[in-house]
């Protein structure tokens, strides 16, 4: 316990110290007017404590989900009803820090005293023309929802379903930060909608475990392994999707040792050690708890990666505060204002097919559905088990449409004009209502 509360106190010094180094210049960046000390330095404590809620809150639930199963009956388990308690603790948590933030960070946004904010006029006008309060009120309902949901929650699909609500709370906050808005901001949203979810996916869990096993007073071999399965894919989509968030939130003539760019190496630096605890423990875990003193080695390994990463959520916070070097120097356009990005020209058969660009979310998901389906037929094959090639051929041609449709230059021009948006959300049913007739022959 004792642990736990020194790196309590550890982390949110490390926050309130950075805030203090950052001073007034995170506002003079953006030619706003210093808030205050309240603001300044209890903005990001209090940010600390909302997301450190938000991630415990996720984590439990995404226990129940990932590392338990439903009983006979439907119902979760004794393991997965202990960590709904904590789920909807950290819940109730969440909401009160997130309800909290609203008047905090409408300050922070407009560069006026809490004292200020805090009357109802001029909170009520903020509210109206700041986003990012309003997408913390949002997320505070949310939060409320999932606190209430897991307080009564006994059914292992409710669950589930009070997960994917937790997901969606963490949102509202993110798509107003730093890469809403300006040139790549289609690209920095996509990534950091991917890039939250998994890490708080990964710690929450993280944290999650460490309570069962002191509750039990050991970790189960199949719990550990999942585990471990868990981290290696969240661990691969916080790594991309970090980099591309800050590849375009980071301009290549932007210096790293500014304030903003030192936070975000030795928040690298961190992600990477802790890909290395995962690496270390998907490879040794079952060897492990089956030797002498294994589970003792095992929960240091944990432990260690557990406050690793609790640091690196303390310098995310931290760089939710700093201003982005580089980033008002850019010359922007209305294309990039509106769209993320510039239109060569007219559209053109050629610009339709060859001017592509990535985007993350729907990229990536035809790319993994495309690789896990082969994944799954290569394993039946192993198994005796013929699978149609027609089905085969029919997934990876839907997979292929969904590339075409998101990235390529059909996708491009889908968010300019209404005729390529529909053009675009038509191929995958099409798509679909031709394979379904061709395999059912």
């Known amino acids: 316990m004792w642990l736990v509360v020194a790196g309590a106190v550890a982390v949110a010094g490390l926050v309130a110290g950075l805030a203090v180094l950052a001073g007034v210049e995170p506002y003079r960046a953006v030619g706003n007017a210093d808030p205050g000390v309240v603001i300044r330095v209890g903005g990001p404590l209090l940010r600390l404590v909302t997301d450190l809620a938000a991630t415990v809150c996720t984590g439990a639930l995404a ?45 922070d946004v407009a560069g006026v005293s809490l004292g200020t904010v805090a009357s109802p006029e001029h909170l009520g006008g903020l509210l109206v023309a700041l986003e990012q309060p309003r997408g913390w009120l949002l997320s505070a309902g949310l939060a409320l929802v999932v606190a209430l949901g897991c307080q009564l929650a006994l059914s292992w699909r409710l669950a589930v379903g009070l997960f994917a609500v937790s997901v969606l709370a963490l949102m509202p906050p993110l798509v107003t ?64 999707s970090g980099v591309v968030l800050d590849g375009v939130l980071m301009a290549p003539s932007a210096p790293l040792g500014s304030g903003y760019g030192a936070t975000l190496l030795v928040k690298a630096g961190m992600w990477l050690v802790a890909a290395g605890g995962v690496l270390v423990l998907r490879g040794r875990a079952p060897r492990r708890l089956g030797e002498r003193g294994g589970a003792g080695r095992l929960g240091r390994l944990l432990t260690g990666e557990l406050l690793v990463l609790v640091v690196a959520l303390a310098l995310s916070v931290v760089l939710t505060h700093l201003p982005v070097p580089g980033r008002f120097d850019q010359v922007v356009g209305t294309q990039d204002t509106l769209l993320g990005y510039r239109l060569a020209g007219a559209p053109t058969p050629w610009r339709l097919l060859a001017d592509w660009r990535v985007e993350p979310l729907f990229g990536s998901l035809a790319v993994v559905l495309a690789t896990g389906y082969l994944v799954a037929v290569a394993r039946a094959h192993r198994r005796g088990v013929r699978w149609p090639v027609g089905r085969t051929a029919s997934w990876l041609g839907g997979c292929l449409v969904l590339l075409l449709a998101t990235c390529s230059g059909l996708g491009r021009y889908a968010a300019a004009m209404f005729s390529m948006h529909i053009a675009s959300h038509m191929l995958i049913p099409c798509w679909s209502q031709c394979c379904s007739r061709w395999v059912d022959r």
Do not use: K, N
């Not at 690209?187 to 944290?207: D, E, N, R, S, Y």
């Not at 069962?212 to 550990?224: F, K, N, S, V």
């Open 63 to 107: 226990f129940v989900v990932f590392l338990t199963g439903p009983q006979a009956s439907g119902t979760v388990s004794a393991f997965g009803y202990a960590q709904l308690q904590v789920a909807a603790r950290a819940g109730w948590v969440w909401c009160a820090g997130a309800l909290a933030l609203v008047p905090v960070s409408a300050g």
């Open 177 to 240: 930060a730093h890469g809403s808005s300006d040139a790549g901001h289609d690209l920095a949203i996509a990534a950091i909608l991917m890039h939250v979810p998994a890490a708080a996916a990964w710690l929450g869990v993280l944290f999650a475990l460490a309570l069962h096993a002191r509750r039990r007073g050991r970790l189960e071999l199949e719990l550990a392994v999942r585990y471990a399965r868990l981290a290696s894919g969240c661990l691969v989509i916080v790594l991309v």
